[in-house]
């Protein structure tokens, strides 16, 4: 079966599937401004939600495999701030594979939207991560460090405060320099929404009550964090595997440990487990697949890699729309 008889004809974004450097399949959908009509390209900048985490966690890595900091160091070593009742031992690994505890300003086992983080505080105030610490710093954690694993969106902006704390810069300027440019990713950033750049998509949630659409600006931080929030293209996230495969972000053998089951139970066969930055989906028939995700209000992300047949799926709608039920058909048909 062709891939193009499967896919949902009404899903808006694009879609972008590669194998080893050839192009399987492109799409392109619906509107990046709908009421201007002005349609999505190859070249549209979509927010991606906790997409984001990926490239956090391989500028953590970077400064791992530099010796700037270790796996083992703690909040209480590298960050200088009042951390309350947050255990001061709680160690990068920790952050970086969702085990540490630590209280989550957005935690998805309780909290259906993300909008409702705004009732009190407004998004508006969101323009860097320290901006999100009155959500969480004064809570207690969840559970002691390393008991389970929790997904956990403050210990991302966390490992982003270290980044800044370590190399002197905002999290967003490093990962610019050291990620971004090194992959030739030009199109990709953390924008705010009250100064996006040509050629980004609104983001647009259905209103039920009123039979149209509204943009997502009051829904989500203004611009983006270690949590997530990247703007990207299809094309720049292909860029991105491409040299973290090659070992041109980080070396490849911390690639492969990025890659592997860090932590969780698998309990959820389609979830996965989690290795640092990405999902991991066992496979006993080869090479477990790896992917990276993100939902937000009126945002939809999936990047997906199969190590055994080169192919690198991004799947990305600036309306919500349902990637992960499109993914599951290309692993069908594709895998």
Known sequence: MDIKEIIDTNFRGNIYIVQNGQVLYERENGFADLPNEISNTIETKFASASAGK???????????????????????????????????????????????????????????????????????????????LPLFINKPMMYPRGEKFQYNNSGYVLLAMII????????????????????GMASTGYYE????PAKCANNYIYCNETNDYRTNIFSVDVKGTGAGGAFITVRDI??????????????????????????????DAEEGYYGYGVWIIDNPDGKDFAYFQGCDP?????????????MISVLVSNYGDNVWREMRKIREVLY
Not at 61 to 80: A, N, S, V
Not at 85 to 107: A, C, E, K, M
Not at 238 to 260: H, P, Q, Y
């Open 54 to 132: 990926v490239f956090v966690a391989a500028g953590i890595l970077q400064l791992i495999e530099r010796g700037r900091i270790k796996f083992d160091d703690t909040l209480g070593m590298l960050l200088d701030i009042p951390l309350n009742q947050i255990d001061r031992d709680v160690t990068v690994r920790q952050l970086l594979n969702h085990t540490s505890g630590v209280p989550d300003y957005f935690d998805e086992s309780i909290m259906d939207e993300y909008e409702e983080l705004w009732a009190d505080y407004p998004n508006y105030k969101i323009r860097h991560n320290s901006d999100l």
């Open 164 to 183: 800044e704390k370590v190399t002197g810069m905002y999290f967003d300027r490093y990962l610019q320099e050291s990620v971004f440019d090194q992959c």
């Open 193 to 196: 929404l009250d100064r996006l």
């Open 238 to 267: 292909i860029r991105f595997w491409t040299n973290l495969l090659e070992g041109n972000i980080i070396s490849k053998a911390f690639v492969s440990d990025m890659l592997s089951k860090q932590s969780g139970d698998g309990g």
């Open 298 to 310: 009126g945002v939809s992300f999936i990047s997906e890699y199969n190590p055994n047949n080169g």
